[in-house]
């Protein structure tokens, strides 16, 4: 009424019309006196007409002319008395409440260019087509959301749609049906009844779900009183009623602003579209919560969650308990199996191979086998009865299509689908699953034959590669302990050809913990230690694997799996019906012409033992289950060979959103923990199984790339030990070095040349004794200590040399000759007793024949002036 109202007059003057205003203006209504809508409005816009009226401050001189025209709830009788009404010179229309009616007058508002101010809620009227059209109430759109978002929020999947059988309630139900959908939930039936002949049908009892527009709250609000009978029949039924914010504005009935002179728009507000969740009970109802076109389902006002972020995650959706009818708290399924109805229709495989998983039988059933049993004790389980019929599909002469059977049951031809149903990503597409109740996968079954023992297995165990690097590292570290033992231990010295076959003999003793050679030093003693953990880990694999081969039957396959059928061309055997039949086509790119079609159990050996050359196949794809089945009842004669290459399982089929398999999923699982699906599969499956694959050498072979950690840790291990060593002598002979070298410059200043120490010295240095290295310094120390001494004009003071050295390494010449051993060098000049004449280089000489035994030490001899290195080969 104030959309018209505010057309004409704003504080007494107006908008693009004379100033003479008319003294009377018609405005019509048509309504449902007798309705729910009728008796609430039409007293509200008579009172409002003459509140206006009543004020000359709103439009002056002018007066509203309300004419009002009962519907009476028909099509034809309120399109005739609209058809009246514009016969009237009327500005605008109130009206109607019934969207048929606003569907054809709509159409003569719109030529004769009335503004229809309508309260039909049907969503396909819209602005667009009739621009004329007005709408006064919230759109059904937004209503049909809000009973998709209840069906989601508890879990179901089908609803039944009662409704008005007219263009009203088509238009409504049609979009409730496009609302379902986006919930993956759909209308399973529609009726147009009334609660009364549900309550008849029993409807209104434990089990069942009513969820109503907002024309019953509407009702119930608008009734002084609610019989017993009325409220019994709605016990229990959800109910939306549009939201009106609690606020002042709620009970706020001045039409008139603080100067009185106008209407008071201010108290007019637009809300986003909300309704009140209702649950009846008793003579009333209570709320359960709200929901908004902003944050849909929630226990919190829609106006408090308007000033925050909106979340329609189905995490945020709440409502409080409802007491469903029944007077119970429990959430019904929202379905249930007809007492008098047709059971299940079920197509069950009419199997020819492999009967024990699902066939024809002459029992009442109708099939038999252990797909049927897991079935019926699934059933068992559920809290409903099932009533079920099993159909034979099928000719019984070869195995039926299990694709055919999946599409039909997609196409309803059947209700489910029971029997080895392989779940795959096509037949998901169409059909709901229940939880697999076997697992399965495609694998390869090929001809076999037994590796024989050979006169080289001991060699087996280990790559050639893993052979290679251990005897390399074998000599590395005897090379490496020799190295770190030479200097300061007595096992590893002697001459070269003995310190070779040492070093070889070590290396290879440490395979069997059985070397002799006792390690001295710190970094030899961490490097045998690390060593030997290798060898024994070493030792431990090879023993482990060499058993293995001597003793597990080998056996080998010219098909090493999949990758082997691939690249060849051989024929491949599938088993009638199976699904691998697509897959390889499809999936594998195997050209359709290398596929045999085997029909039955002989069939599968006959193929195979022909082999390819002989009009049979190189192997045969199938499923799992099937394979074990088959090699069990040939004896092991054929055998898997490769790795499961699809891992999938068997479930039951149903039609999409079926309730059912969310059921029966349950009911597996719970057969699976309770040790009853078990029974069932020991029952029809037990056999004897043979060995799962084939267990060729060279998958049994230990590699390199299981010990390449140990062998890296090894030679970091021996590679530092050596640097620590080599760091150590550098640094010994370098003091060797600087402590020998000044005396010879001191001593002879005319004579400033150095001699630059050859690589021979070096390594005559390294393969002295650590004792004798240690004695050496620890002398040359003593004589630094005692060489400033010594007076200016060059003359040397008197002291001690005792020289100590073995007589081995001394180089020794031949005793009868007269050899002589070079002991030291001193000074400067001069003759000796025995008159050896020297000149700058000292040569001492004393006679072989001094010397008892070459054990004998040189000692006790007494040189004055400067201190020198024991020289070899008398240089």
């Given at each position: 009424m104030w959309v018209a109202v505010g057309v004409l007059g704003n504080n007494g003057k107006s908008r693009g019309i004379s100033e003479n205003y008319p003294s009377v203006i018609n405005v019509g209504g048509l309504f449902t006196f007798n309705s729910a809508i009728g008796r609430s409005a039409v007293p509200a816009i008579v009172a409002a007409i003459e509140d206006v009226n009543s004020d000359t401050t709103i439009l002056k001189h002018t007066k509203i002319n309300l004419i009002l025209q009962d519907t009476n709830c028909s099509g034809f009788l309120g399109t005739v008395q609209a058809m009246q009404l514009t016969g009237n010179d009327i500005i605008a229309a109130l009206g109607p409440q019934s969207s048929g009616i606003a569907h054809v007058i709509s159409h003569v508002a719109n030529e004769l260019q009335v503004p229809l101010l309508s309260f039909a809620t049907d969503p396909t009227l819209s602005s667009l087509q009739f621009p004329y059209f007005l709408r006064t109430t919230t759109n059904d759109y937004f209503q049909m959301y809000a009973i998709a978002d209840l069906v989601e929020y508890f879990g179901w999947r089908e609803v039944v749609a009662i409704f008005v059988d007219d263009d009203y309630g088509r238009n409504g139900i049609s979009v409730l049906s496009d609302a379902?959908?986006?919930?993956?939930?759909?209308?399973s039936y529609k009726a147009a009844f009334t609660p009364g002949v549900a309550k008849r049908l029993g409807m209104m009892s434990r089990g069942y779900v009513w969820i109503a527009?907002?024309?019953?709250?509407?009702?119930?609000?608008?009734?002084?009183?609610?019989?017993?009978?009325?409220?019994?029949l709605l016990q229990g039924?959800?109910?939306?009623?549009?939201?009106?914010?609690?606020?002042?504005?709620?009970?706020?009935?001045?039409?008139?602003?603080?100067?009185?002179?106008t209407l008071h728009f201010k108290s007019l507000r637009i809300f986003d579209q909300a309704f009140d969740v209702l649950n009846i009970g008793g003579t009333?109802?209570?709320?359960?919560?709200?929901w908004s076109n902003y944050s849909g389902l929630s226990i919190v006002p829609p106006e408090i969650l308007y000033?925050?972020?909106?979340?329609t995650s189905s995490s945020n959706q709440h409502l409080y308990s409802v007491l469903w009818p029944g007077e119970t708290t429990t959430k019904p399924r929202g379905w249930v199996f007809p007492n008098n109805g047709n059971p299940l229709q079920i197509a069950v495989p009419n199997r020819v191979t492999f009967p024990d998983f699902v066939t024809k039988d002459k029992g009442p059933l109708g099939a038999r086998g252990f797909c049927i049993d897991v079935f019926e004790a699934a059933v068992e389980l559920l809290p409903y009865p099932v009533p079920h019929q099993y159909i034979l599909y099928g000719d019984g002469r070869r195995n039926p299509m299990f694709d055919n059977l999946v599409n039909d049951v997609a196409q309803n031809k059947y209700d489910a689908a029971v029997g080895d149903v392989?779940?795959?990503?096509?037949?998901?597409?169409?059909?709901?699953?229940?939880?697999?109740?076997?697992?399965?996968?495609l694998v390869v079954v090929a001809p076999v034959k037994e590796v024989k023992s050979s006169p080289w297995s001991f060699l087996m165990p280990f790559t050639w590669q893993m052979w290679g690097v251990t005897g390399i590292f074998f000599l590395f570290v005897g090379s490496v302990v020799w190295i770190l033992e030479h200097r300061m231990n007595a096992d590893f010295r002697g001459p070269p050809r003995q310190q070779l076959v040492t070093v070889f003999w070590f290396s290879f003793s440490t395979m069997f913990f059985s070397h002799r050679e006792n390690t001295v030093s710190t970094l030899g003693r961490l490097v045998l230690i690390l060593w030997l953990f290798v060898v024994l880990i070493i030792n431990s694999s090879y023993t482990a694997s060499l058993t293995s081969i001597l003793t597990v039957q080998q056996l080998s396959s010219r098909i090493q799996g999949m990758d082997t059928l691939i690249s060849s061309s051989d024929p491949i055997g599938i088993q009638d019906g199976s699904f691998a039949y697509k897959y390889l086509i499809d999936e594998l790119n195997i050209a359709e012409s290398r596929l045999r079609i085997l029909k039955t159990r002989d069939e599968y050996v006959n193929a195979l033992q022909q082999g390819p050359g002989g009009g049979g196949v190189a192997a045969i794809v199938d499923e799992l289950p099937y394979v074990d089945m088959f090699l069990s009842s040939t004896k092991c004669q054929f055998s898997t060979v490769g790795r499961e290459f699809t891992?999938?399982?068997?479930?039951?089929?149903?039609?999409?959103?079926?309730?059912?398999?969310i059921d029966l999923s349950t009911a597996i699982l719970q057969l699976s923990e309770n040790g009853e699906l078990q029974r069932i599969h020991d029952k029809w499956l037990s056999r004897d199984k043979c060995s799962a694959q084939t267990n060729p050498i060279d998958e049994s072979r230990l590699s390199l790339k299981s010990f390449w950690g140990l062998f890296l840790i090894c030679g970091i291990a021996f590679f530092v030990a050596l640097l620590v060593f080599l760091g150590r002598v550098c640094w010994q002979y370098s003091r060797y070095s600087a402590e020998g070298e000044p005396h010879d410059v001191e001593s002879h200043p005319s004579r400033r040349t150095l001699r630059t120490p050859s690589?021979?010295?070096?390594?005559?240095?390294?393969?002295?004794?650590?004792?004798?290295?240690k004695e050496m310094l620890r002398r040359k120390s003593g004589d630094s200590k005692r060489h400033p001494s010594q007076g200016s004009d060059g003359q040397s003071n008197n002291g001690k040399l005792t020289a100590c050295a073995c007589a081995e390494d001394l180089s020794l010449g031949d005793p009868d000759a007269g050899d002589a051993i070079v002991l030291g060098t001193v000074g400067d000049g001069g003759e000796l007793e025995d008159g050896v004449r020297w000149d700058l280089v000292l040569m001492v000489w004393v006679p072989i024949t001094s010397f008892a035994k070459k054990e004998d030490s040189v000692s006790g001899f007494e040189i004055l002036g400067f201190t020198t290195r024991t020289k070899r080969n008398g240089i």
């Open positions: 379902l959908a986006k919930k993956r939930a759909k209308i527009t907002d024309w019953l709250p509407s009702v119930l609000d608008s009734s002084d009183n609610i019989d017993s009978d009325t409220a019994n039924v959800i109910a939306l009623r549009h939201h009106t914010p609690d606020s002042d504005l709620k009970n706020d009935s001045k039409l008139r602003d603080s100067n009185g002179s009333g109802s209570r709320r359960l919560g709200y000033t925050k972020p909106p979340n392989t779940i795959t990503t096509n037949r998901t597409r169409i059909v709901d699953f229940t939880q697999p109740f076997m697992e399965s996968g891992r999938s399982g068997w479930g039951f089929a149903f039609q999409r959103d079926s309730p059912l398999a690589f021979k010295e070096l390594i005559d240095f390294v393969d002295k004794k650590e004792a004798e290295i």
